[in-house]
């Protein structure tokens, strides 16, 4: 799929990440389309080691999408945990 389609993916992956977990954020919306982009790379990568499923294949399958939205969630949960602290001390 190359990287291209992987940052596009996670950009759109990290809007829907924001989306299925509201809250404020210590970065903003920019910031977490970026963990998004991170997201969809871990995604990809953990579909791929755990469950030996090629995911670079096809922009439109169900896992590729499923596997970026997942990752992103995941990232998104440690950076709130991370920099939560921090910003609620402020």
Same mark, same amino acid.
């Given at each position: 799929? *190359?990287? @291209?389609?992987? @940052?596009?993916?996670?950009? %759109?992956?990290?809007? $829907? ?5 509201? *809250?404020?954020?210590? /970065? ?8 998004? $982009?991170? *997201?969809? %790379? $871990?995604?990809?990568?953990?579909? #791929? ?5 090629? &995911? #670079? ?8 999408? &499923?596997?970026? @939205?997942? /990752?992103? %969630?995941?990232?998104?949960? &440690? =950076? +709130?945990?991370?920099? /939560? /602290? +921090? =910003?609620?001390?402020?």
């Amino acid at each position: 799929m *190359g990287i @291209i389609g992987w @940052i596009v993916l996670g950009l %759109l992956a990290g809007l $829907i990440a924001k989306a299925v977990m509201p *809250g404020d954020d210590p /970065g903003g919306i920019i910031v977490t389309m970026l963990l998004g $982009i991170v *997201g969809a %790379l $871990i995604g990809g990568f953990l579909a #791929n080691a755990l469950l030996g499923r090629d &995911v #670079n294949e096809q922009f439109f399958d169900l896992a590729t999408w &499923v596997s970026a @939205i997942v /990752g992103a %969630l995941i990232v998104l949960a &440690v =950076y +709130r945990v991370a920099a /939560g /602290g +921090r =910003y609620a001390r402020r």
